[in-house]
């Protein structure tokens, strides 16, 4: 998500960084770019003048006119009004001090609503929050399967009694949360239009039957600019307190997304950013600000990273680069963490500037012959590669889907690694004893 208006945006500002100094007619030309970047991707053009009205208010003051680098003031200036667009910053579940804290999902059909839902009992049972989410969509009838499925998966329980009304299963399962000592009730209601009068009036009876702590509006960020007016229609009719964009990890242009907050004055809270159940994250604008202007992001990757690296395993791992004993099992797993991270694709958004840098693409198909080929090795073989002989590699190659030309490359590749490291930490030794008279 926002990666064409990234790019354009990018492009803008190497025009101004280039500059010694900046005029009015400069900061004008820039900002019309930037407006017509914004209105491609999609983004409210209410929001567009408000936004842009801002900017330039603030970089027509002496302290970018007059800066020695007036093209970085403005980029530092963009980047706070972008982020304040968005929410300024990250905005956490308010939880009810007498449990249980009670969610209730909403969004137009089709939005990932009830994904969401399964996503965000995830979320929380990661903060030992113990779950129970009430399925109160009765208009789809895969609904009460699809949330059963997903909460098997996390391990959450799930309320649902056939032939009632939603709010009457929402009723009782806030009774039966209560009862039973649960720490949240999420509350997955049908996906509806807003011009659908029958079923707004129904969210507005289970809004009343619960009286939820939070209302999770779910938009699709490639809903375009029918999300403004839903948010803005369930606003009103159920008091919306947060947003969770859903497959933000598209290559959607974005716009709802950044126009949504504004309109509405509610913050986006959470982001859905892959189709894996763990691909859920709390939302932080200005590092979402900081993508979009290619500064980087590495704050959300080490925080993903702090969760599925095993450090004891890193540990080991380092000691085996240092003593040269790493094997091809070793490379297997750390492939493995990294996929777990988002990839090497991931690490590279993450860097500031490092997705316009030439050379850096990554080749996920060589990657992947690299994974399958050490998968169709025997532990044995993976832990002494010196042991496969042609019959070995003829078998590997068949077992992997590739050719043994491909096998060896992978094999002298990972000798002429080892080597390296070892040259490394050879000239490493000989350094450290080495005596030098300033020392």
């Given at each position: 998500m926002f990666n064409s208006l990234g790019d354009k945006i990018q492009d803008t500002f190497k025009k101004l960084t280039g500059k010694g100094k900046l005029s009015e007619k400069d900061i004008d030309s820039a900002l019309r770019e930037i407006r017509m970047a914004l209105l491609e991707a999609d983004v409210n053009y209410k929001v567009v003048k408000s936004f842009l009205a801002s900017v330039k208010e603030r970089a027509l003051g002496e302290e970018v006119l007059g800066s020695l680098t007036p093209g970085q003031m403005v980029i530092k200036i963009v980047h706070s009004a972008l982020s304040e667009l968005i929410g300024s910053t990250a905005k956490e579940i308010t939880f009810s001090p007498q449990p249980p804290t009670v969610i209730m999902m909403a969004g137009v059909q089709g939005s990932g609503k009830t994904t969401s839902a399964g996503k965000l009992a995830n979320y929380l049972k990661k903060k030992s929050r113990r779950i129970l989410i009430a399925a109160c969509d009765t208009q789809r009838a895969a609904a009460v399967s699809q949330i059963r499925i997903l909460a098997e998966k996390i391990g959450v329980d799930v309320f649902h009694t056939e032939g009632e009304?939603?709010?009457?299963?929402?009723?009782?399962?806030?009774?039966?949360?209560?009862?039973?000592?649960?720490?949240?009730?999420?509350?997955?209601?049908?996906?509806?239009?807003?011009?659908?009068?029958?079923?707004?009036?129904?969210?507005?009876?289970?809004?009343?039957?619960?009286?939820?702590?939070?209302?999770?509006?779910?938009?699709?960020?490639?809903?375009?600019?029918?999300?403004?007016?839903?948010?803005?229609?369930?606003?009103?009719?159920?008091?919306?307190?947060?947003?969770?964009?859903?497959?933000?990890?598209?290559?959607?242009?974005?716009?709802?997304?950044?126009?949504?907050?504004?309109?509405?004055?509610?913050?986006?809270?959470?982001?859905?950013?892959?189709?894996?159940?763990?691909?859920?994250?709390?939302?932080?604008?200005?590092?979402?600000?900081?993508?979009?202007?290619?500064?980087?992001?590495?704050?959300?990757?080490?925080?993903?990273?702090?969760?599925?690296?095993?450090?004891?395993k890193s540990k080991k791992m380092a000691e085996k680069l240092v003593k040269n004993t790493f094997t091809l099992q070793d490379y297997l797993d750390q492939m493995e963490q990294m996929a777990q991270m988002g990839g090497m694709e991931e690490l590279l958004?993450?860097?500031?500037?490092?997705?316009?840098?030439?050379?850096?693409?990554?080749?996920?198909?060589?990657?992947?012959?690299?994974?399958?080929?050490?998968?169709?090795?025997?532990?044995?073989?993976?832990?002494?590669?010196?042991?496969?002989?042609?019959?070995?590699?003829?078998?590997?190659?068949?077992?992997?889907?590739?050719?043994?030309?491909?096998?060896?490359?992978?094999?002298?590749?990972?000798?002429?690694?080892?080597?390296?490291?070892?040259?490394?930490?050879?000239?490493?030794?000989?350094?450290?004893?080495?005596?030098?008279?300033?020392?």
């Open positions: 009304e939603p709010e009457v299963i929402a009723s009782q399962a806030l009774k039966h949360a209560k009862m039973h000592g649960y720490d949240v009730l999420i509350v997955d209601t049908a996906g509806r239009q807003h011009v659908d009068d029958d079923l707004m009036e129904q969210i507005g009876r289970i809004h009343d039957a619960v009286n939820p702590n939070e209302v999770f509006f779910v938009v699709d960020c490639m809903m375009g600019q029918q999300a403004v007016d839903a948010a803005t229609a369930f606003n009103e009719k159920v008091n919306i307190t947060g947003f969770i964009l859903s497959k933000a990890d598209s290559d959607a242009r974005g716009g709802a997304a950044l126009s949504v907050s504004y309109i509405t004055g509610r913050p986006i809270k959470f982001a859905g950013t892959g189709e894996k159940i763990t691909d859920f994250e709390l939302f932080h604008p200005d590092r979402v600000a900081s993508r979009i202007l290619g500064m980087g992001d590495m704050m959300s990757f080490i925080e993903k990273a702090s969760e599925v690296v095993d450090e004891e958004g993450a860097l500031p500037g490092a997705g316009k840098m030439k050379g850096l693409e990554v080749n996920q198909k060589e990657m992947n012959r690299t994974k399958a080929i050490i998968q169709s090795m025997t532990p044995k073989e993976r832990n002494n590669p010196k042991i496969i002989n042609a019959s070995r590699k003829r078998r590997i190659a068949a077992g992997s889907g590739t050719t043994v030309t491909e096998v060896n490359r992978l094999l002298n590749g990972f000798e002429q690694s080892k080597k390296l490291i070892k040259q490394m930490s050879s000239q490493k030794r000989k350094f450290s004893k080495m005596k030098f008279p300033f020392m």
